[in-house]
């Protein structure tokens, strides 16, 4: 247990870092593109969003749209469009991420995610494999904005792209809890995804993806 003086040099140190790092998230970019064109979803290869010209910055629509059955968005044209999955490479749904996760895999020490549900909050990427501490905007500049990594006082910069009830999946094998029953589980092929019940009512743990008899009952929705 560190004691109060040590966890303030541990901040002072972790803050100091994440002035070094830019920030990381799961949210699609409109960086470098033009008004009207269009940006891919980066949790959903089926999906993309609209570049809108908006008081003088490029950003993404607030919803994304949707490709027809059976094709994916291709971001690889000069001029982006959705594509038959049929035609695809074999990597066409790769390189996602969860919205709802923070992903310090990988990441320099300091680097900043949103915190997923709680725009009050940012997390701080630690040295260690995967590990991160949240930390608190302050009263006055109580919401963060996650592309700037700044807190201020704009709910509409707010990182709204995590629905805890949607399950999510990164990579093919990947086993993901259904958000609605403990019992079950979705096994990933992105873009698509099976559910599949736990044998005798065992529960499915969303660490080890696997089913076991005392795991513990959680669903993030009812």
């Known amino acids: 247990m560190l004691s109060s003086k040590q966890h303030r040099r541990l901040l002072f140190f972790i803050f100091f870092l994440a002035a070094e790092h830019s920030a990381e998230y799961c949210a699609p970019d409109c960086q470098g593109v033009r008004d009207g064109d269009y940006t891919r979803d980066p949790s959903d290869c089926t999906r993309y969003y609209v570049c809108i010209l908006e008081e003088g ?7 994304p749209l949707e490709c027809p059955d059976g094709y994916y968005f291709n971001d690889q044209h000069a001029e982006t469009q959705c594509d038959p999955i049929n035609d695809a490479p074999t990597d066409f749904c790769s390189y996602l991420c969860d919205p709802c996760a923070v992903d310090c895999d990988g990441h320099n ?5 949103p915190s997923p549900r709680d725009c009050s909050k940012y ?3 630690l040295a260690e494999e995967d590990h991160y ?26 990182y709204h792209y995590c629905d805890p009830c949607v399950p999510h999946c990164v990579y093919d094998g990947q086993r993901v809890l259904d958000p609605y029953d403990c019992h079950q589980f979705y096994l990933c092929t992105p873009p698509t995804k099976a559910v599949f019940l736990c044998p005798n009512d065992q529960v499915f743990n969303n660490k080890t993806q696997e089913c076991e008899a005392d ?4 669903t993030a929705c009812l």
């Open 109 to 113: 020490p300091g680097t900043i995610q």
């Open 123 to 125: 997390e701080i990427c």
């Open 133 to 158: 501490i949240e930390a608190d905007c302050s009263f006055d500049s109580k919401y963060y904005d996650f592309r700037t990594a700044t807190c201020q006082s704009d709910h509409s910069l707010c």
């Open 215 to 218: 795991a513990s009952c959680w």
């Open 57 to 63: 910055k490029i950003i993404p629509s607030q919803e």
